[in-house]
T-cell receptor
Framework: GAVVSQHPSWVICKSGTSVKIECRSL??????MFWYRQFPKQSLMLMAT?????????EQGVEKDKFLINHASLTLSTLTVTSAHPEDSSFYIC??????????????FGPGTRLTVL | AQSVTQPDIHITVSEGASLELRCNYS??????LFWYVQSPGQGLQLLLK??????LVQGIKGFEAEFKRSQSSFNLRKPSVHWSDAAEYFC?????????FGTGTRLQVTL
């Protein structure tokens, strides 16, 4: 159990366009999902916490108007990178909190999405 | 603030040899501690976690970790490494609402 999927796994787009990344919890309902960004050979940086039915909480320094997060259902959160630029190229990983029992203290991660902006 | 330190950026071991990856945390109370593994271009897979109780935790793929409060450590061990264990390993502390990750240790396995 506790499987999280992401789509797409990789995307290439032109500068100035917007890209949407989906994160789904497949076998549990996730009231809380998280979006991370990972630069090459570096650790994960938390961008925002996404709560179902409410506004996302962004970490300091993350532009909320650039990285739009929507958590419209208990199994789906989306990250939209608006007006993407080459510096937005990165590996984006989502995770979901499994609320069941002690597993409620654990985040389960998706496989990641590689974004390349030309 | 919480912090997690993984002192070793890169470790190379021979297949069949034992492995220990170090992790130190800084936290006021007893934290929740996790080890995740990331294969190239992939997301993170949970290896094991410690919440409370027995300080020696067994995980998947033959990994174990020991929580030592006196040393603020949560080192990951495996008695015999396989070539497929080559990956990036991340230690993390906190709760499911807020995780702090270490900088990771890249494991290379030589045949």
């Amino acid at each position: 159990g506790a499987v999280v999927s992401q789509h797409p796994s990789w995307v290439i787009c032109k500068s100035g366009t917007s890209v949407k990344i989906e994160c789904r919890s497949l076998d549990f309902q996730a009231t809380t999902m998280f979006w991370y960004r990972q630069f090459p050979k570096q650790s994960l940086m938390l961008m925002a916490t996404s709560n179902e039915g409410s506004k996302a909480t962004y970490e300091q320094g993350v532009e909320k108007d650039k990285f739009l997060i929507n958590h419209a259902s208990l199994t789906l959160s989306t990250l939209t990178v608006t007006s993407a630029h080459p510096e937005d190229s990165s590996f984006y990983i989502c995770s979901a909190r499994d609320p069941r029992g002690r597993a409620g203290d654990t985040q389960y991660f998706g496989p990641g999405t590689r974004l390349t902006v030309l | 603030a919480q912090s997690v330190t993984q002192p070793d950026i890169h470790i190379t071991v021979s297949e069949g040899a034992s492995l220990e990856l170090r992790c130190n945390y800084s936290y006021g109370a007893t934290p929740y501690l996790f080890w995740y593994v990331q294969s190239p271009g992939q997301g993170l897979q949970l290896l094991l976690k410690y919440f409370s109780g027995d300080t020696l935790v067994q995980g998947i793929k033959g990994f174990e970790a020991e929580f030592k409060r006196s040393q603020s450590s949560f080192n990951l061990r495996k008695p015999s490494v396989h070539w497929s264990d080559a990956a990036e390993y991340f230690c993390a502390s906190g709760t499911a609402s807020k995780l702090t990750f270490g900088t990771g240790t890249r494991l290379q396995v030589t045949l």
